[in-house]
């Protein structure tokens, strides 16, 4: 079915699961979804959707939907009217100030909320709290990209739209598994490579992708860094690099070569396990296509070299000439969330304003100040992990978390778990009684995303609409209505009576990166990229062609050396542990386990390849101890030839099977993002 076949009444809006932002045709009767049908023209994904966004909405029907505010009363969480929850967080938040000073004070946006949502968390933190204590999700997955193709190329988002790397002649897949993550751009991915595109894939696992390449690679985990620097020291040394392009448009070749000469594909097969003659085989292809591609994943981001990870990748495509030019579609991350994107765009960040202007900068501060009439805090503020540390050590007294699990979710759960116990007032917004609401001292019933209006921001950078197909549940209320209506309590005033009304305010503070955007404009073209300068103009869909937007105007090649992971397998821990997703479920499986995704994927599986299976003594669909030097989890084996020796894979989709309690504190070196993807770990059957 197609929109089409929707009555008049369907009520059009953005998936809310996965960052390729499907248009979806959503169907309602009494105040209930009855049908979601993906949108014929859909600007991304042009009538197609996946199992999540067709059928997983039972969850906001669910009898454990949280719909009254419930406030701690004598160690026990109970229900109270919203006045009182609300009373209770403005006591909590002035009582941290009084006892810390602003920088108390804490809050973690959400990646699943709206821009509009996001918009007004961080204007509240700043404004209301006066701390840049904001941060979101962000920070566990994506923040490398931001900070990498920032450094590289000199905005925080992918190079080109999905259109264009759609006309590429040679894909290059990299730590991503779109087919069962982000599925329709998997199909599309699939498609072109059918037509005839030259697919390379480099994933440590058998991904769905990869049964459909030409060329596999399969780099040991965390050893991306050295594969992209032997590509481009073929792509070097065969006379494949456009130099004319590198002589013009970029900057850093000579300290890159000189770097280079040490990774010739001999080495990096000793450091990647890929095989020289295929480190060689991937460049030809990538560097005699006409029309190149990069598309990458968490695969590249979530390491101790996250960043490098992604500039390092993005340095493939200036030594080819492939960005910012009709010779290739550049380096297109393939966002998680739905709004991971977003949220970053507005602001929810402890560095940074809406439109990514520095909090450090007194300019960019007063163009702020002006439009929201009070003083914004100059000092950065904490990232996510730096607050469970300020929490475990005390100088953090009040932590309010929307829209995110921290404590299913963050690596290294047992430590999330001490910091929320230590943290002395800890709020939550949330649908579901989640892990980290059973630390909270109040929890706030809050809209899911097909209840509200607003926009959400694609993993190409598109602002699409979200729009309220039906009403919340019981007393639930939308992130937005609830920091107004905290900020009023505070005894302050927002401003932005709607969601159109923030996002005017944002487009007027972050022009010209936003400045022709409106819900107005929006309505009516289906989809706007940014940059978007003014109202009169296009967003830019694909970046730099008139120059990059770093400072010299040039692209920036990154000289970054080979870093190991955080941490080594050894005898105590044999095996090295990778996260992930699967297709029917979404992050902590929140939404996805309530419904009919439980049926399609009813646990957390450890893929173990039989080798390991058979020294471990593990077999297929039973029981399997995990440990590593964080904590412990117990999951289902699931044996199979997708995970190479010496690999095991798991998703995180059920929190109580408690993979985060395995994974480690390491994160990359410049934007504390964590090393989700190398973890030691051992095996036993119970
Ligand atoms: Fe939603 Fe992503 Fe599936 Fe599209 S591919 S329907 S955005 S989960």
């Not at 160690?75 to 009217?81: I, Q």
């Not at 000092?379 to 730096?386: Q, T």
């Not at 607050?387 to 309010?400: D, P, Q």
Request: hydrophobic fraction near 40%; proline fraction near 8%; include cysteine.
């Amino acid at each position: 079915l197609t929109s089409a076949y929707a009555p008049p009444t369907a009520t059009r809006t953005t998936c809310g699961y996965c960052g390729v932002g499907c248009a979806l045709d959503v169907v309602a009767d009494g105040g209930r979804v009855t049908a979601v049908l993906p949108a014929r023209d859909g600007p991304v994904n042009d009538g197609h959707a996946c199992v999540k966004g067709r059928f997983a909405h039972g969850f906001l029907t669910s009898p454990e939907r949280l719909t009254r505010p419930l406030v701690r009363r004598g160690g026990r969480l109970e229900p109270a009217g919203w006045d009182e929850a609300l009373e209770r967080v403005a006591r909590g938040l002035r009582a941290a100030v009084a006892a810390g000073g602003p920088d108390a004070v804490a809050a973690v946006s959400s990646a699943r909320a709206t821009n509009e949502e996001n918009y007004l968390v961080q204007k509240f933190m700043r404004v209301v709290v006066g701390t840049n204590n904001v941060d979101n999700c962000s920070r566990l997955c994506h923040s490398p990209s931001a900070a990498g193709l920032t450094a590289s190329f000199g905005l925080p988002g992918g190079t080109d739209s999905f259109d264009g790397v759609e006309r590429a002649d040679c894909l290059f897949v990299v730590g991503a598994n779109p087919v069962e993550a982000h599925p329709v751009v998997g199909a599309r991915l699939l498609r072109r490579a059918l037509e005839g595109a030259a697919l390379v894939v480099a994933d440590p696992r058998a991904v769905g992708l990869a049964v459909h390449a030409d060329l596999h690679l399969r780099p040991r985990p965390g050893t991306n860094v050295a594969l992209f620097h032997g590509i481009a020291h073929v792509l070097l040394t065969e006379g494949l690099a456009d130099t004319a392009f590198l002589r013009a448009r970029a900057t850093g070749l000579p300290e890159l070569t000189e770097l280079l000469a040490g990774y010739p594909p001999e080495r990096v097969q000793d450091i990647t396990g890929v095989p020289a003659g295929d480190v060689v085989a991937a460049a030809r292809l990538y560097g005699r296509a006409e029309r190149p591609a990069i598309v990458y994943g968490l695969g590249v981001t979530e390491h101790r070299h996250g960043t490098d990870g992604v500039r390092t990748l993005a340095n493939l495509a200036i030594l080819r000439g492939a960005v910012g030019t009709d010779r290739g579609y550049g380096v297109n991350p393939l966002r998680g969330q739905n709004n991971v994107q977003g949220a970053s765009d507005m602001g929810a960040l402890p560095d940074v304003l809406p439109g990514y202007a520095k909090v450090s900068d007194p300019s960019a501060r007063a163009v702020a100040e002006a439009v929201w009439g009070a003083p914004v805090p100059p000092r950065p503020g904490l990232r996510l992990p730096g607050m469970f540390a300020a929490a475990r050590a005390g100088t953090l007294k009040a932590l309010w978390v929307i829209g995110e699990d921290v404590r299913a979710t963050d690596p290294d759960a047992n430590r999330v778990a001490r910091a929320l116990d230590a943290c002395p007032f800890v709020v939550c917004s949330e649908l579901f009684p989640s892990e980290t609401a059973r630390h909270a001292d109040v929890v706030l019933p809050a809209a899911a995303w097909l209840e509200k209006e607003g926009t959400f921001v694609n993993f190409d950078r598109r602002f699409q609409r979200v729009r309220r197909a039906v009403p919340p549940p019981g007393e639930a209320r939308s992130d937005f209505d609830i920091v107004r209506s905290l900020a009023r309590v505070m005894g302050a005033d927002l401003g932005c009576a709607t969601p159109a009304d923030a996002l005017a305010e944002c487009a007027r503070l972050a022009a010209p990166l936003f400045g022709g955007l409106s819900h107005a404009r929006i309505d009516r073209e289906g989809a706007v990229p940014w940059p978007c300068p003014d109202p009169g103009a296009p967003g830019e869909a694909k970046l730099y062609g008139r120059g990059f937007a770093t400072p010299d105007g040039r692209a920036h090649l990154a000289a970054a050396p080979y870093l190991p992971p955080g941490e080594a397998p050894d005898d105590g821990y044999p095996l090295v542990l990778v996260t992930g997703r699967r297709w029917a479920h979404y992050n902590s499986g929140s939404m996805t386990r309530r419904g009919d995704g439980l049926a399609l994927g009813p646990a957390d599986f450890l893929d173990v390849h039989p080798e390991d299976a058979d020294r471990y003594g593990l077999r297929d669909g039973a029981p399997v101890v995990v440990e590593s030097r964080h904590g412990r989890a117990r999951l289902v084996a699931r044996i199979g030839e997708e995970t190479a020796p010496g690999q095991v894979f798991c998703a995180f989709h059920f929190p109580a099977s408690g993979v985060n309690r395995l994974t480690s504190h390491h994160a990359d070196t410049v934007t504390s993002c964590p090393e989700y993807k190398v973890t030691a770990v051992r095996v036993s059957a119970p």
